[in-house]
């Protein structure tokens, strides 16, 4: 089954588009910090910009090609593939319509940072270089749902973050607290 988001922008206001490649499990906005070595070094916003002086061509940069028409990038150097997209961003409709949106608002300037118990045994922050989430990632998550659980992989290792403060190895059953600071 598949989900999409309908927004409804006040008159006059563009929509923010933006650019997404898929790194491995997860999607990534282009310009962000990726974990593999082939992150692209151009913006989302300088990909919308060529898609829209050219919808049906292609944007080379870095020694890589997006293909407008088919969504894809190509890698010269690993003669690679992947797939990519084009997203409306999330905005909040807060005072739209009556609706209010779920995720923290910017009154809710506070910032967390989340850390496990190491093997050492000191305390880690998790970091996107080592984890496909990093402290800010691992806050959304848990502001959309304070009582669920994030489950991710850590080199060949799959995880389950509980946001009542325990993160599980999967397959070894290893369980570590985790806890959550504000900064």
Not at 21 to 47: A, C, H, K, N, T
Not at 135 to 146: A, H, T, V
Request: proline share 3%; aromatic share 12%; with cysteine.
């Amino acid at each position: 089954m598949k989900v999409r988001r309908l927004s409804f922008l006040p008159q006059g206001q563009t929509e923010d588009i933006g650019w997404y490649f898929r790194d491995g499990q997860v999607w990534r906005e282009y310009g962000s910090q990726g974990l593999s070595m082939l992150s692209p070094s151009v913006s989302s916003r300088e990909v919308e910009r060529q898609f829209t002086l050219n919808p049906q061509g292609t944007f080379a940069f870095s020694g890589c090609v997006i293909n407008f028409s088919n969504m894809t990038e190509f890698h010269a150097f690993t003669g690679s593939y992947r797939r990519v997209r084009r997203r409306p961003k999330f905005t909040s409709n807060t005072g739209v319509l009556g609706s209010t949106s779920a995720l923290p608002t910017a009154a809710s300037s506070q910032t967390y940072r989340w850390e496990l118990i190491g093997d050492c045994p000191n305390w880690t922050e998790h970091q996107a270089r080592t984890c496909l989430f990093d402290s800010s990632g691992i806050e959304r998550q848990y502001q959309l749902n304070q009582r669920g659980t994030l489950h991710f992989k850590m080199n060949r290792s799959s995880y389950t973050l509980g946001f009542s403060v325990t993160q599980i190895n999967l397959s070894t059953g290893t369980t570590r607290a985790v806890r959550r600071l504000n900064q």
